[in-house]
């Protein structure tokens, strides 16, 4: 019986050392990975790119971001591309489930600062040299200081700057709301803390910086941000490391409301309303 044993484990030994290897290990293939930053530091631009200085009427703060996503991403070879005609990268999910063509809320990528968005392999891009890249903005999540009863607090606005959206549930911090329906840019919903209920309204503008506007227009309504390379992002197909896309958005004083009292505080129960909601301005960065 021994004898027999030992045989069989020597065949075995045998053939498990005669098997090929059905999935080798291959080399990562190299990405173009994009990913976003939020900067309340960087320059406040208006919609064709220029310095934009606080409204008298209105007054604004930087929000602290938690979540941010965007619906497309445009690669534009010159300030004359036009939208559509550069290298698409990602264009993301709609639907007509609200009745009009909408972005899908729950399809959405939803990433934090400095998290991979989308990564794409770069021997699937087009090759060129590429100036501007254009990203069409869709939502965003962050915190906000609002005053209220003569005391300083902190709230939660789920703010979607997107064409249009078709939401079933969104939820802003802990509260969740149901809607199954589309909404139309500048759509904001605001989470004071406890016992107090969410509010819900519409922004009138959305600040959407485009610095090649007159030659490169966007839609109206659309929040397709544009930002030039500090040096033309070239892709060759034949790269062997990844090469990393920064979007640095601007959130310098992005969040803005018609300051009634001119305290320059966000008071929503002395009837202050939100005005703008739209990011200020896109600047890319490469590491490769």
């Not at 965003?140 to 005053?147: A, K, P, T, V």
């Amino acid at each position: 019986m021994q004898k027999i044993l030992l045989l069989c484990l020597f065949c075995t030994a045998i053939a498990f050392c005669g098997c090929k290897d059905d999935n080798p290990i291959t080399e990562n293939t190299p990405q173009l990975i994009f990913k976003f930053k939020f900067d309340p530091t960087q320059q406040r631009l208006n919609n064709f790119g220029q310095p934009a200085t606080m409204p008298a009427t209105n007054a604004g703060q930087s929000p602290t971001f938690h979540q941010i996503a965007a619906h497309y991403i445009e690669l534009a070879p010159n300030a004359y591309t036009q939208l559509g005609s550069g290298t698409i990268v990602y264009d993301g999910p709609r639907t007509t489930q609200g009745g009009t063509t909408a972005i899908d809320f729950d399809q959405e990528i939803k990433v934090a600062e400095n998290e991979t968005f989308i990564s794409k392999p770069l021997k699937d891009m087009q090759p060129g040299n590429y100036s501007w890249l254009r990203v069409s903005l869709a939502y965003q999540n962050y915190d906000i200081q609002f005053r209220a009863f003569n005391t300083s607090f902190t709230g939660r606005i789920a703010s979607f700057v997107g064409f249009n959206t078709y939401i079933t549930t969104h939820t802003v911090n802990n509260t969740a709301i149901t809607l199954n329906q589309n909404k139309l840019q500048g759509y904001w919903a605001f989470e004071p803390p406890p016992p107090a209920t969410v509010l819900q309204g519409s922004a009138p503008v959305t600040t959407v910086p485009n610095p090649i506007s007159t030659t490169s227009p966007i839609p109206a309504g659309s929040c397709v941000v544009t930002g030039q390379f500090d040096e033309p992002l070239i892709i060759t197909g034949n790269e062997t490391h990844d090469i990393v896309v920064t979007i640095s958005l601007s959130t310098n004083n992005s969040f803005e409301w018609q300051d009634l009292n001119n305290n320059n505080l966000f008071d929503p129960l002395e009837g202050e309303t939100v005005v703008d909601m739209g990011l200020r301005g896109l600047k890319p960065l490469v590491e490769q």
